[in-house]
Nanobody, 126 residues
């Protein structure tokens, strides 16, 4: 069974940057669509970004131009580079993996993802 472990969260001032990492176990990482989601207190878990096996990316409108998702299949890791952070980016960030193909219309849907990490807290101060 694939396991996902996130790291890189923390406290940062508004305008600052963080890079999240998600390390996956298993030998078939390159075949998974990977996503980053976030959940703020009292809110639904929402997509931040996703990256397909071929490297095609999808972003939430709220992070376009500020966040970049990437993957390194050689080390089974997906990254989320977050720049120009805002207080409204404060949330627990989760890494997720989808085994099997996801239609583009469902790539932002959390139910499309089979495996989840434990989450890492990101707090942006004003």
């Amino acid at each position: 069974q694939v396991q996902l472990v996130e790291s890189g969260g923390g406290l940062v001032q508004g305008g600052g940057s963080l890079r999240l990492s998600c390390a996956a176990s298993g030998r078939t990482f390159s075949t998974y669509t990977m996503g980053w989601f976030r959940q703020a207190p009292g809110q639904e878990r929402e997509i931040v970004a996703a990256i397909r096996t071929g490297g095609v990316t999808t972003y939430a409108d709220s992070v376009k131009g500020r966040f970049t998702i990437s993957r390194d299949n050689a080390v089974n890791t997906v990254y989320l580079q977050m720049n120009s952070l805002k207080p409204e980016d404060t949330a627990v960030y989760y890494c997720a993996a989808a085994i099997g193909s996801i239609p583009q219309a469902l790539i932002a849907t959390k139910d499309s993802y089979n495996i989840w990490g434990q989450g890492t807290q990101v707090t942006v101060s004003s």
